[in-house]
Each structure stands twice: as structure tokens, then as C-alpha cells.
């Protein structure tokens, strides 16, 4: 499906694939930490849902940086972990941030604007949008995948339910392909300047969905990253932004594999239980029942702590 | 125009009149400062733009706190001063912000998508936004009045020229209406659960345009709100968001009157001079004659130095 | 002892107190949302260690602007939520939190500059601090009462250990009041005007300890600041610190009881799993035995995880 | 006198200065922008003040990083700016931040701890500082050099006037080290567990005076270092941050050589006029008289206006 898509619409132009492979074949010599992990990423975009992609433009520190950072601060004090996994475990489980902060990554984002307005409430970042005031858009957008295109979720307000079928999902396929199809159509008509004065860039865009594909650069620490990465690599997170998230964790996995492993020990694939929860966990190991009722915690509540405790 | 507009939609339903009117009616006493300004503001919604509004949810501090603050930090040191106008001049003309952090302000508004976009780059503010994930959008979008429907410049990427004639603004107008109006009756086909699954809201937004209304609760500090007002309430910054600069600056100067005096001296009716034209300036006072060859100035640079001793 | 060292230096002047009851006699009434509880708070200076204080300046909102941010966000989506208190421990449980940004505080606190630099660590928050380059600081250290003079702990390089005893203690006790009287007596030789030039403000304040003490005011969200009481009002902080945070934490149960519970409960009383524990919570469950060799856990983490379960 | 200070004291140990060389002779190949200024100043500690020093330990990006930004925000929009030059002294001079926050730079400084309290003020910025709570501090103070030890200014509260004389000085330089001297020995006194216990560092700590070395790792972005840089490197800041802050202007203007240039110009050598001072300027360049009356400025802000037109 994936490729289907891909083959209907490359996210890039034959241009910008040799512009990436001028930038890739370019090596300089530093004398600054470098991540072997990264540097076979640079530049390159990995696709993402049917137009976008993520690359990687630029990255400072590595595994070691975090230690060093740790090191500064924590002097002799740190000499009694043996090793530098051990000591990058150690600050995840405490939750000790800034060493993480001293890593950096700049990646360049295409991505619909509706999981843009998503992902910018992440404020700790910096971040250079594309501008639809001095610009034209390009005419891409989003049309989900069929296998996708989901129901609202009865059970969830926020959440998706089955895959809609057949015909109806023939009939959403349709109306999103001619909306936008018709409104950058229209986009263009309203800001040509043949034989007409041509509407102002800023205000034709307004006539544009939130499928419409825009682009920036985004630049944040490690630690904001961890943080943005344990809500949207979440199966809580919608579809559309976790697929970003999901292909950012490979790139730090190669990053920073100690700290990406810690991070998946101690946060993606961790926990966070109540008080009330771990009197639970407290009577179960020592074999006393528990129930809803005498556990203290609302009914949600008690389903998701069932859901922890059958999980693995 | 503005009149015709409120009364094709007025922004609120009688039912959230009422629950303004019973907010206002609301009273309790309090040891905290109170600014007479704000309380005669809050609640009350504050038209801008054909659907959209401004209003004071909440507030903290007042001239006073900007001026307590700073007498915290400089103690002894601020008794010089000799009241508290000056000193909050003093502070402005300065560049001391922690004594503007002091004062906080929560406002609830509502306003286009592609408004909210440009505001949330100011990323120094705590946002509540409605979220299209969980809830149905209304059926509101933005029309500009014709004496905003105005062509690209063809002397600024990023501004307006003239504004469009008869039929073009006519086609642009009925373009704008047909297609938000189609995309809503879509957006609604596309949720409904009548006969058919119903699509996922989180999917089907994104067929809606830019400029949908949305709303958010918007938490800002004074400093920082001033950073947005000085940038976004200027002749530079898209009309649609320096409307509601402009009505933020009136309940700000009602809220601190003399911190917003002083910002509007230093700030917002002040000017920044580069090293090189501060040398042009002092020739220009001692007679001297410069010109842009002589001056070291770019054209842009020499046009905006010209504009600004031609300005008063 | 307390007791004693408040008699031997209460932290506010007549003049001071005096100042506080004539702020806490004035009542102006206002539309805000009012919190009881800190209406009875404010202005009060609520002793912590031998010289310091905390005391509530000003607040914005209360556990219902919690929920009211929260409905905004999620429209209808929050109606099958049935209560506020349901609301705010679900907006908890989730990370949630916007929500809890939209309360702020402003304290006034006065507190040993080694405790200050710690604190400052916690970046998102507003500060004016006294000033010591303007203003002249006062003569008040922090001396540990005898059950706070610990030893350096054998197993912990940033802990305490056991109790200082007699002819130490004692030793210890002479060394730190002696060393700062000294210390302040020569800042206010170096300083005086009389007979001399007198040396910079600025200059002079290199010469005083670190646990001299200073003043600010500091402002912070909700949501910032449960994040600090989580690690500071914590065994883990330094108890200089902690019993700041602790006094706070009183302060926030009377402004957002509903909020501060659900902080109780999530975080102070809750504890983090790794996906490692989370395997051995379930074997444990099931009755199977778990050792730290089979655990996956490296010593000290399998420490704390015995802890955690060890606990109630 | 920095030599002889220098000699006293040299700010590293062979051991250290071993590490700095070996650093600096291994060199990877990277994909990434290599700014070739910093590369040559890349871990060699320039030293500032008597024991202190800045030194780069890691970067991302350069002067070409911000023209990049620049396009991907503003696309064809920026085509008509001929050259970089051109580009980033617009960006400059109309206050778009985000393409300078696309380059960062980790440094790693030693200094004064009442150094470090005034630059951590600046919040925008990652720290990692040296921990007393695990570590024992160095035996290192700040001792200024006879040129710099002044008198408080009679006209400025945060000013110094005019340096110490004879006897004065050297009394004061006398209490300085002594007292600094008994502080540390003191401290190391309290700590020793040879024949006692020995106090906890986190509390022996509090007996060191404000002018002992810390050290830290400090990562920011260029536009935050900007602002820094505008209010540190400047004549109202006090000598022994300024002396930090200058060298790091050496540092950045070898970084991305243009943007400091634009910086210098616009920034650091331009200035701010209010509303009545460009109405001033007005008048005084058509001839007119205009006097502190006549302006509607107060005297010190009319001290501060006269002082700007005779600059140069």
C-alpha cells in the first residue's frame, strides 16, 4: 500500500533528490563529536504517510556527550558507575534531564498542517515554518490510506473505532480527493494575476483544508524530544503524527542507542502506577484479592491498571 | 460594515450571553490587587472580525505589582525614583522584563485557523485549545469585509496592495462562501453516524479550511505579551491578527495604564537605530549631508531610515 | 527548637508585620475566580528554617479553572466525565497538562542563596530576586539546627547520613556562625563610605557565604510547579530545600484541593515502573519467583524496586 | 597584570591541558556544516579573569544554517535579497529570531559563583553545573586585579566609580583572600572524616563565599546567545561577566561571521529611541531647538538621549 502510494506521489522532485545527494556526498573533517548512526542518516528523507518525510539536516552530541554533561556535574560522584550505559540508565530512572539536554537535532518535517497544529503545542523547540504569506503552496495533500480510513470510536471520544467499509469508505476517499482537488484549484484562481490584480497570498490561503502538505525545520534537544516522542509514539496518539514519531525513534535509535534503550526501558515501555495502584500491586503479589471496588480507583482507572498488568 | 457583519453572525448565542451576564453578575471580595480596568473588562466578549472575539477570563497584578517587584529586586536602589510612573519607564527604557513577568493575563478567544497558526509561534504562553479530535467544530468561517479583500503587493512578498475591484472581489467572495460552505456540508456527511459508520472527527477535519474559527484559552505573562503586541499590533503584521492585537492593546491599556503608556513610547512608537544609522542621525543634526551611497546602507535599509525621520 | 531559633531571629521586622496585617485588612470585591483557601493565606509569611519565609502575594484561578480549560479543550468530549474531581484526576493520570497551567502563583520567599541556586535550576518561572549589586544585604545566615547536622552519607554521594555528634557538632556549629559573622563584618568594612571611598556593592558581596540569605519573588504555573514539589518535596532533595517545598505544598492543598490530591496520588505517592519491573510486577503476581540476576535490573535499580514494593 | 595573575594561577592542570590537546588532534570526517573558525577554537580554554575560562566544546551550524532557515520559511519570497550578506542583515534588523535559533553552541565555563548567579538569570539556555552536593569543590577564588577594584559609584546604585586607592586596596584585597583562605580551609576542616565523621558537602558547602569558582556546561541558541551577548558585553554590566561576555563575542564572530557583523550593527553599536526622542531627532535635524523641557523626557532619560548624539 505504502508503495502504491509512494509510486502516486513522490515527496520529492527529481531537483531536491539531487540536491540531497550533493549534500551527502560532501565530507568535511571535525573535530566535534560525531554519531556514525547519523551521519549515514543526514539529509536523507524517509518517507512518511503519502507526501511527507522526515531527514535529518543537522545534529550535535552523542551517547558520550550525555555522560560528559554528567560528568561535569556530578564530579567524583559518578565514578562508582561502572559504565557509561549504566550511568545514562541511572539519570533516566531518576529523571534527571539536562544531561539529555546537551544533545541537538535539526530535522526538516512535511507533514499536513492539521498533525503540524498537533505537533507545535510542543513549545521547547525552535521552528521554521514554511510561509503561505510570502509563498505558494505546492498542491499535495493527505488522502488517509484505506486501510486507514477509520470510524469514531464509540468507547473513546478521542479515538478511532473500526475501518469503515466498502462503499462508505469509497464515498470519504472521494469527497476528500475533490475538496482539495477544488479548493487549490480555486487557491490558484483567486491569487493569478492574469487579467486580473491576483489576491493577496495571505488571504488565499485561507481557502485551503488542513490536508495541505506544509513543511519546516525543527530543531530541539533530546530531552523535549524523549518527551514528544513518549505522547506521539504512543498508541494513544493519532495515526498521523505517530507514524512521524515512530520513524524519528529509529533515527535516534541510531542517534543515541544507549539513551534511546534506556528511554525504552524506562518510558515508552514503562509505567506510571498511583499510590492507590501500588497498594494493589502490594496485596496481589502478596496474594490478596482485589477488586474495583476496594481498590479506590474509578472505573477507567481500573481498566487501564487491569491493561498494565496483562500486557508483555 | 462591521455592524452589517455582527448582525449576519453575531459571535455568541444567546445561551453564552446569558452565561456572561451571570459571570459579571458575580461578585466576592478579595485581599488581591484589582485592577478597576479589568474588572470592568472580564467576561465580557469583545467582537473581532466577522466571528470572532477577545475576552478576560482572569488576571494577575496590576502597576502596582511591576513596581513592587522591582522594588524587591533593587531594594534600596529604586528610592531615587522618585514615583512610579517613572520607575516603570525607567524599566521599560531599560530592557528589565522579570518585573513584567509579574503580571498575568488568561483570554479567551476565538479566532480563524490561520490566525491561530502565526499566533502560537509565540511559543512563551500557555494555550487551551478546542480540540477537533474530541468535539464537532461550528459552522463558522471568515469572510473578509470587501475593504479587506485586498491583492498581493507587488512591492512586498509578504504584504497587501490595493484593494481588489468589483468582480474580482465579487468571484473571490463567492469562492471563499461556496467553498468553506461545501467543505462544512462534507465535514458533516463525512462524521454522521445516520445510516452509515461515521468517519473519525481526528480524520475528517482535515477537509475543513483555514479559516474555520477555532478558539483556545490564551495565558500570557506582560512581558511576553507585549512581545506579541509589539509584532503583531504593527502595520507589518497581517490585518486579520493585528485586529486582535489592537483590541488586546485597549484592554491592556485599561488593565496597567501606565506600563502600557510606557510601552507605547518605547516600544510600540519607538525605533531601533543601527550603529550605522545613529552616525547618519548625528551627521544629519550637525548639517552634514548623507546620502545612501555615503550612509553604508543597503536601499531597503536607507528606505526604512528615510521613512522613519519622514514619520510624525 | 523551632521555636527557639525563631525567638533568636524572627524572619520579619515589626515593620514588616506590620505591613502584612495592613495588607491582609484590605478587601476590594472583584469578578475573579476566588480561592478561600489562599485568601486566608495571603500576605502570611509562613516560617521555614531559622531566617526564611514563604508567603503568598498573589494567585489566578482555583480547581475550576482547571476543569474549565480542560472543557474547552475537549468540548463535548469531557461530558462523560461526571464530576470535576473525576475530571482533574483523569486530565492527572493522562499528563495532561495544559490545564494546570492555566493557575498561577506568585510567592514571596526568603531563603540561603546555596538553597536559591538550586531552586533556579527550574527554569520555567518568573523571578526578581534582591538585588545585592543595588542594595545592601542583610545579616542573616542559615545555621542548621543540631538534628539537621548530618554527616556525609557512606553510601550516597549526594545524601546525609547519620547525625552529628557532640564535640563535631559543636565544632561545626562555631565554624559556621563564626566564619559568616566575620565574613559579614568585613563586607560592612569593605562597603562603608566613612574615612574610605568604600568599595562597589557589586564587589563587596563576593566575600559573603553562601548561606547568607536572600529574597525574591517567584511566579509559576501550576503545572511547573507541581513538577518542582515532585522533586523536592522529596526524601531525595536536600532537606534545606525540601522543607520549602513542603510548606508550598500545604499552600497548594488549601488553593486546588482537588488538584493537589490527584498530585498526591499520581506523582508525590506514585512511582514510575520500567518495562523491566512491569515484567517482574507480573511474574510476581502470578507467584513465579524473581531474582535480581533474573530481572534484568542492575543492582541499585533492583534496590529501588524491592523498595517501591516494600513500601505502604 | 592577566599575565601575572595568569602565572599565580593558571586555570588548568597539565592533566587538563593534556586532554584539551588530545581532543583537539583527532579529527572524523562529517557530513554536517563545519564552521572553520570554530573548528580551530574547538576545547582550548581562553582564559578570563584570574581562574576562569569559556571554551567551545560543541556546534551546530553557521552562517549558512540561518540563510537556509530563512528559505524554507519564506521560499521564493527571499529570492529578490541578492546575497547572504544581504539576508541575514534583514533578518536583523526586522527582528525575526527564528533562523538565528537554528545554530546552538555548547560551552563549557569556569567561574565566579556571583558570576554564574547573574548569567543564569537567562533562562532560555542548558546547564549542567558542577554539584557541590556530590563533589568537593576546587580551592580557587576570585581575587580582582588592582584595576578593577573600584569604589560604588555616587551616581550609579549598580555602578562602580572611581578604583581604590593605596591602603584601601590593599586592605581590601587582604580581607578578600584571607577570608576567602580561612573559608576554604574551613570547609575542608568540616568535610574530613579523618578522626570525625565529617560533615555532609551539601552543607559544608554553605561556608564558601561568593567568589569561588564553579564551573559549567551552557548550550544555547545564537539568538538567545544574542540577547545575552546585548546585555552582558555592555558598559552597564558589571566588569566580571562583561569580560565573559567579550570573549564569547571573539568566539561567535569567528562562528558565522556575518550574523555577528549584522549583530554589531544592529544590536550591540545601534540603539533604541522612544517616541519623544525620534521627535527630538526630528527637530534637531530640521534645525529646531528642543531642550530637556521642551522634550518631554525626564533628566536621566534625557542624559541618556544627549549621550547617544554625541557617540561616535
Given at each position: 500500500?505504502?508503495q502504491?502510494?509512494?509510486?502516486?506521489?513522490?515527496?520529492?522532485s527529481?531537483?531536491?533528490?539531487s540536491?540531497?545527494?550533493?549534500?551527502?556526498?560532501?565530507?568535511?573533517?571535525?573535530?566535534r563529536?560525531?554519531s556514525?548512526?547519523?551521519?549515514e542518516?543526514?539529509?536523507?528523507?524517509h518517507?512518511?504517510?503519502?507526501?511527507?518525510?522526515v531527514?535529518?539536516?543537522?545534529?550535535?552530541?552523542?551517547d558520550?556527550?550525555?555522560?560528559q554533561?554528567?560528568?561535569?556535574?556530578?564530579?567524583?560522584g559518578t565514578?562508582?558507575?561502572?559504565?557509561?550505559?549504566?550511568?545514562i540508565?541511572?539519570?533516566?530512572?531518576?529523571?534527571?534531564?539536562?544531561?539529555?539536554?546537551?544533545?541537538?537535532?535539526?530535522?526538516?518535517?512535511?507533514?499536513?498542517?492539521?498533525?503540524?497544529?498537533?505537533?507545535?503545542?510542543?513549545?521547547?523547540?525552535?521552528?521554521?515554518?514554511?510561509?503561505?504569506?510570502?509563498?505558494?503552496?505546492?498542491?499535495?495533500?493527505?488522502?488517509?490510506?484505506?486501510?486507514?480510513?477509520?470510524?469514531?470510536?464509540?468507547?473513546?471520544?478521542?479515538?478511532?473505532?473500526?475501518?469503515?467499509?466498502?462503499?462508505?469508505?469509497?464515498?470519504?476517499l472521494?469527497?476528500?480527493?475533490?475538496?482539495?482537488?477544488?479548493?487549490?484549484?480555486?487557491?490558484?484562481?483567486?491569487?493569478?494575476?492574469?487579467?486580473q490584480?491576483?489576491?493577496?497570498?495571505?488571504?488565499a490561503r485561507?481557502?485551503?483544508?488542513?490536508?495541505?502538505y506544509?513543511?519546516w525545520?525543527?530543531?530541539?534537544?533530546?530531552?523535549?524530544?524523549f518527551?514528544?516522542?513518549?505522547?506521539?509514539?504512543?498508541?494513544?496518539?493519532?495515526?498521523?503524527?505517530?507514524?512521524?514519531?515512530?520513524?524519528?525513534?529509529k533515527?535516534?535509535?541510531?542517534?543515541?542507542?544507549?539513551?534511546f534503550?534506556?528511554?525504552e526501558d524506562?518510558?515508552k515501555?514503562?509505567?506510571?502506577m498511583?499510590?492507590?495502584?501500588?497498594?494493589?500491586?502490594?496485596?496481589?503479589?502478596?496474594?490478596?484479592?482485589?477488586?474495583?471496588?476496594?481498590?479506590?480507583?474509578?472505573?477507567?482507572?481500573?481498566?487501564?491498571f487491569?491493561?498494565?498488568?496483562?500486557?508483555g
Amino acid at each position: 500500500m505504502i508503495q502504491q502510494e509512494w509510486d502516486a506521489g513522490m515527496p520529492l522532485s527529481d531537483a531536491q533528490q539531487s540536491q540531497i545527494e550533493a549534500a551527502r556526498s560532501q565530507q568535511t573533517t571535525t573535530r566535534r563529536a560525531v554519531s556514525p548512526g547519523m551521519e549515514e542518516r543526514l539529509y536523507t528523507a524517509h518517507q512518511v504517510l503519502d507526501h511527507g518525510f522526515v531527514r535529518v539536516i543537522d545534529y550535535m552530541g552523542d551517547d558520550n556527550a550525555i555522560v560528559q554533561a554528567a560528568r561535569v556535574s556530578y564530579g567524583e560522584g559518578t565514578k562508582h558507575v561502572s559504565n557509561d550505559e549504566g550511568l545514562i540508565r541511572y539519570l533516566m530512572r531518576h529523571w534527571h534531564s539536562t544531561p539529555f539536554e546537551m544533545c541537538e537535532v535539526k530535522l526538516h518535517v512535511k507533514l499536513p498542517v492539521f498533525v503540524a497544529r498537533q505537533w507545535i503545542r510542543h513549545r521547547t523547540a525552535n521552528v521554521n515554518e514554511y510561509s503561505a504569506r510570502y509563498s505558494i503552496l505546492d498542491r499535495e495533500f493527505y488522502i488517509p490510506a484505506p486501510d486507514h480510513l477509520a470510524a469514531q470510536s464509540v468507547v473513546n471520544n478521542q479515538g478511532r473505532g473500526a475501518l469503515l467499509e466498502g462503499e462508505e469508505a469509497a464515498r470519504v476517499l472521494k469527497i476528500l480527493k475533490e475538496d482539495s482537488g477544488r479548493a487549490y484549484d480555486n487557491y490558484e484562481a483567486m491569487i493569478s494575476d492574469e487579467g486580473q490584480q491576483g489576491l493577496a497570498r495571505e488571504l488565499a490561503r485561507m481557502n485551503l483544508p488542513a490536508n495541505i502538505y506544509t513543511q519546516w525545520y525543527w530543531k530541539v534537544d533530546l530531552h523535549n524530544l524523549f518527551h514528544f516522542l513518549r505522547l506521539r509514539a504512543d498508541a494513544h496518539a493519532q495515526y498521523e503524527i505517530r507514524v512521524y514519531a515512530d520513524e524519528i525513534c529509529k533515527i535516534v535509535a541510531d542517534w543515541v542507542p544507549l539513551a534511546f534503550a534506556a528511554f525504552e526501558d524506562y518510558r515508552k515501555g514503562g509505567a506510571t502506577m498511583s499510590a492507590r495502584a501500588m497498594e494493589c500491586v502490594r496485596k496481589l503479589i502478596a496474594g490478596e484479592e482485589v477488586t474495583q471496588e476496594t481498590s479506590g480507583m474509578s472505573k477507567g482507572e481500573w481498566r487501564e491498571f487491569q491493561a498494565l498488568l496483562a500486557q508483555g
